[in-house]
Every structure is written in structure tokens, then in C-alpha cells.
């Protein structure tokens, strides 16, 4: 299986702050990473697909890069709505998996 | 706009059994490809089965043999059956559509809680 490793776990910003947030895939993936979302109490969201691309309707100061095994979703200017759990998800091969996740707080 | 909505979630012994259903609106369930992922204390988010439009199915290691995924195309939603059930297979359990050029989760239903106690 193919380990998905985050960090940080947690970080706490302000308002305006730009972020990054780190997934590192056990081994090369290609470009087959995703972000995800997630608020409490509710379903992950899914933000950005194939590394870069971003999902209908989300804002354009989510982006996403990397390959092979690193990856960093970057958020500019940060939002009071962005205060959220991120995840990472590999989909090169089965068994599909995720990131630990990365908890964005406000400092 | 699509919609999934997930039932049949609640307290079970170990070793008893429940079904999982997310019924649909938006979408043919029978002709995507479906997941069900769960979310547990102790391993966080985890995909769980998945089943193509042709039929195909798949399963995460820790469910293999006993939980089964399963639709029906004249109620147009997705079930999963689970058995043998443990302690660790407490969580939410959420169904998803998977895009099946890229396998990403791209339509997820709210979740339905699974807790299995004594």
C-alpha cells in the first residue's frame, strides 16, 4: 500500500496568511494526488484533483503542485473559511489512501 | 445537482452484521463508479470498497471477505453489507462518487455513524 504522509499536522494562521501544506507519497505516484477539505461534522470537500487541478467552484487561491512523491497544496491569502482540516489522497493504484491530515487553525 | 444520502448506521455488537445504504438523486449509481470510505478514530479517513459501473468490486484488506458493496439499479443506490464486525470498523461511514479517470472522490453523501460496542 502506498503511505501518505502530511505535515505539518497542525498550523495555526492569521487571516491573509499564505500557507503550505506538504503530502509525501511512500513512493512516485506521478500526478495522481488529490485535496480534500474538511470542516467538522462534515464530508470531505474535494478541492484540487491530478495535483493541480482545481475542482469546479473553488476559489483560485487554493493551488496544487508537486510530483512523483512530494506534493504541497499552497493557499493564498487566507480566508475565515478556510479554517478546515486538509487532506491529501493518492489515486495511482489500489488500495486508494490518504493523508493523516493537516489541521489550519487561526493563530 | 447531485445528492447522496447515507442510512442504516447505529450500535452493533461485535461479531453482528448491518447494511449501509446511500440512496441517490442526480446520478445513475449503476452507471458510475461507487466507494464507500469511512472515517475512524484510529486510522483517520480509509477507503473502504469501491464498485465499478461494470460491476467490478474491490476491497480495502481490513473488510476483505467481510463486507460486500453492492447497488440496485431500480432504487438507484449503493449498499454496503457488513459482517464479523469489530471494534476498529467503528466510524462514519461516508459513499462517494469516484471519477474513474483519476480515482478521486468527487461527490460524497453526509455520512451515516457505525458504532460497534458491547
Known amino acids: 500500500d502506498i503511505q501518505m504522509t502530511q505535515s505539518p499536522s497542525s498550523l495555526s494562521a492569521s487571516v491573509g496568511d499564505r500557507v503550505s501544506i506538504t503530502c509525501r507519497a511512500s513512493?512516485?505516484?506521478?500526478?495522481?494526488l488529490n485535496w480534500y477539505q474538511q470542516k467538522p461534522g462534515r464530508a470531505p470537500k474535494l478541492l484540487i484533483f491530478?495535483?493541480?487541478i482545481l475542482q469546479r467552484g473553488v476559489p483560485s487561491r487554493f493551488t496544487g503542485s508537486g510530483s512523483g512523491t512530494d506534493f504541497t497544496l499552497t493557499i493564498d491569502s487566507l480566508q475565515p473559511e478556510d479554517f478546515a482540516i486538509y487532506l491529501c489522497?493518492?489515486?495511482?493504484?489500489?488500495?486508494?489512501?490518504f493523508g493523516q491530515g493537516t489541521r489550519v487553525d487561526i493563530k | 445537482d447531485v445528492q447522496l444520502v447515507e442510512s442504516g448506521g447505529g450500535l452493533v455488537q461485535p461479531g453482528g452484521s448491518l447494511r449501509l445504504s446511500c440512496a441517490a438523486s442526480?446520478?445513475?449509481?449503476?452507471?458510475?463508479?461507487m466507494s464507500w470510505v469511512r472515517q475512524t478514530p484510529g486510522k483517520g479517513l480509509e477507503w473502504v470498497s469501491l464498485?465499478?459501473?461494470?460491476?467490478?468490486?474491490y476491497y480495502a484488506d481490513s473488510v476483505e471477505g467481510r463486507f460486500t458493496i453492492a447497488r440496485d439499479k431500480s432504487e438507484n443506490t449503493l449498499y454496503l453489507q457488513m459482517s464479523s464486525l469489530r471494534a476498529d470498523d467503528t466510524g462514519t461511514y461516508y459513499c462517494?462518487?469516484?471519477?474513474?479517470?483519476?480515482?478521486?472522490?468527487?461527490?460524497w453523501g453526509q455520512g451515516t455513524l457505525v458504532t460497534v460496542s458491547s
Open positions: 489522497q493518492q489515486s495511482y493504484n489500489l488500495p486508494l489512501t
Open positions: 513512493q512516485s505516484i506521478a500526478r495522481s
Open positions: 442526480g446520478l445513475t449509481v449503476s452507471n458510475n463508479y
Open positions: 464498485i465499478y459501473s461494470g460491476g467490478a468490486t
Open positions: 491530478a495535483t493541480s
Open positions: 462517494a462518487t469516484v471519477v474513474w479517470s483519476d480515482y478521486y472522490f468527487e461527490h
